[in-house]
């Protein structure tokens, strides 16, 4: 009995004639003739499938300590991984089309179905494709870093989890999850808190009265940053580009404004993964410290002067009258 393949069926004409040809699969001498030849496609249908899943799971666990270690990025070894997978399910599919008498010359789609197919389809996941091979060069960021999407407002920060050809994940600060095509991730701002140094400068800016005393307070200032466990407290000064900085809290007289002295003080932070509460318990300590030493922040203060001839202006105190008609 002499099956018939998928490609006899489509070229059959329109008089119902179906052209036979010799077998794809080559039908075993002890296979009964009772059993059809679709059975057989079936059967190495399946063992192809299951073939190319072994192979792509064998190659991935033989390569991907050696990509590891040669690529030294996480971002690039997932990427090769994937192509590697890709490769070997694409060989899968291709002996799959043999099977069924299907070839390469054989499927053709006219010039217009392919450039709508392009246009509308594939346009915008080629252009993924190549923004993420830009992203994978350029190394604006890995897998692993802590980054910031600048937006209007509060930016987004969070963690990069996995970088694709087509898109980035990123795990939220507040817990959510992100998938941004690398398309868009080219055309913003990003700002990556995990490049170089995880070290981040912070600016706290208090006002003092100009009658406070203006040494202790700097003084005070540089000791409550001091006293918090994130804040670095001191050693080597930190370098960036060609300039270096103090490693310790540095307290500078930043104006003398209309209201009071304007102290600006600057810090360093170890880790870039919680800046505000690190900000707030410096804040607490400030204050706390300027309470102790009869420090005053200073706050804007309005005094009215009236000319001579300028006509009279009647006050009254609400507290003292009260007062008086209590007595």
């Known amino acids: 009995m002499t099956g018939l393949s998928l490609l006899n069926l489509l070229q059959a004409g329109g008089n119902g004639t179906v052209v036979q040809e010799e077998e794809t699969v080559p039908r075993p001498g002890w296979l009964p003739e009772i059993v059809p030849t679709i059975v057989l496609e079936i059967v190495a249908t399946v063992f192809v499938i299951f073939a190319s899943w072994f192979v792509a799971r064998l190659l991935v666990r033989v390569f991907s300590r050696r990509l590891a270690q040669h690529l030294q990025r996480p971002s690039l070894t997932r990427?090769?991984?994937a192509a590697i997978r890709v490769g070997v399910y694409l060989i899968g599919f291709f002996t799959v089309l043999r099977i069924y008498g299907?070839?390469?010359s054989n499927i053709a789609l006219s010039v217009t179905v392919f450039s709508a197919v392009?246009?509308?389809i594939l346009a915008p996941i080629v252009g993924s494709v190549i923004s993420g091979l830009f992203l994978l060069a350029d190394q604006p960021y890995e897998i692993g870093d802590m980054i910031e999407l600048s937006e209007q407002g509060e930016g987004t920060r969070g963690f990069v989890?996995?970088?694709t050809l087509r898109y980035t994940k990123i795990f939220t600060l507040d817990n959510s999850f992100l998938v941004i095509p690398?398309?868009?991730?080219?055309?913003?701002?990003?700002?990556?808190?995990?490049?170089?140094?995880?070290?981040i400068r912070r600016t706290l800016d208090v006002l003092i009265t100009y009658e406070s005393?203006?040494?202790?307070a700097r003084t005070k200032m540089e000791e409550s940053a001091q006293k918090v466990e994130s804040v670095i407290s001191g050693g080597p000064r930190i370098r960036i580009g060609s300039a270096r900085y103090p490693a310790k809290p540095d307290c500078l007289i930043g104006a003398f404004a209309d209201d009071g002295i304007l102290l600006r003080l600057r810090y360093w932070i170890k880790e870039p993964y919680s800046p505000q509460k690190i900000e707030s318990k410096v804040q607490q300590n400030v204050w706390e410290a300027f309470e102790e030493d009869d420090i005053e922040i200073a706050?804007?203060?309005?005094?009215?002067?009236?000319a001579d001839e300028g006509g009279e202006l009647p006050v009254r105190l609400a507290d003292s009258e009260e007062q008086t008609e209590s007595k």
Do not use: C, K, W
Not at 182 to 199: K, L, P, Q
Not at 213 to 216: I, R, T
Not at 299 to 306: A, C, G, L, N
């Open 102 to 104: 299907l070839d390469l």
């Open 161 to 163: 989890e996995d970088i």
């Open 79 to 81: 990427v090769s991984l």
């Open 182 to 199: 690398n398309g868009s991730m080219r055309e913003r701002d990003v700002i990556n808190y995990s490049a170089e140094d995880t070290r």
């Open 299 to 306: 706050y804007p203060h309005t005094q009215h002067v009236f």
């Open 213 to 216: 005393d203006l040494p202790a």
């Open 118 to 120: 392009v246009g509308v």
